[in-house]
């Protein structure tokens, strides 16, 4: 599940590091407060990797950010814990990079666009008043 949410950037908690069987991993976490209703909410996210900690080192405490993040849940003795794991961070208010199109060229060997027709709607399909619905 891929999420996102915006708000200022509170705390940074410090950076853990270590080696596991698979090799060195790093990991910190931070507080982002952000609007909820006419209130304010905080939530504790996590920066896996030592390029997402590296990217995190770009923003400063009180500096309003958007985390992109994926909500991941796992069992231990009994208890359940959530983790709000980024996977990319970017200044507030910035849009997010457009996913690039796949572009064919034209069957005469030209680069230029191809007609795309509209996505059909609900009046492009066939009515028929008899419904014979299986149900």
Same mark, same amino acid.
Request: one cysteine or more; proline letters at 8%.
């Given at each position: 599940? /891929?999420?996102e =949410? +915006?708000?200022t950037l509170?705390?940074?908690?410090?950076?853990?590091s270590?080696?596991s069987a698979r090799? #060195? *991993?790093?990991k910190q976490?931070f507080? =982002? %407060?952000?609007p909820? !209703? @006419?209130?304010?909410?905080?939530?504790?996210?996590?920066a *896996?990797g030592?390029?997402?900690?590296t990217e995190l &080192?770009?923003?400063?405490v009180? &500096?309003k950010?958007?985390?992109? $993040?994926n =909500?991941k /849940?796992? +069992?231990?003795?009994g208890? *359940?814990? @959530?983790d709000l794991?980024? *996977?990319? =961070?970017?200044?507030?208010?910035?849009?997010?990079?457009?996913p690039?199109?796949?572009? $064919?060229p034209a069957?005469? !060997? @030209?680069?230029?666009? /191809?007609? %795309?027709a #509209?996505?059909p709607t609900l &009046?492009d399909? #066939? !009515?028929?008043?008899? +419904?014979?619905? #299986?149900?």
């Open positions: 599940m /891929a999420l =949410l +915006e708000g509170r705390q940074k908690l410090g950076v853990q270590g080696t090799g #060195p *991993w790093a976490e507080i =982002l %407060e952000f909820d !209703g @006419n209130f304010t909410a905080q939530a504790c996210f996590t *896996w030592q390029d997402k900690v &080192d770009k923003y400063q009180g &500096d950010i958007k985390v992109s $993040f =909500l /849940a796992r +069992e231990y003795n208890r *359940w814990y @959530n794991q980024i *996977w990319r =961070l970017a200044p507030a208010g910035a849009a997010a990079p457009a690039a199109s796949p572009s $064919f069957a005469n !060997g @030209n680069s230029a666009p /191809a007609y %795309e #509209p996505a &009046d399909m #066939p !009515g028929d008043e008899a +419904e014979d619905l #299986p149900f």
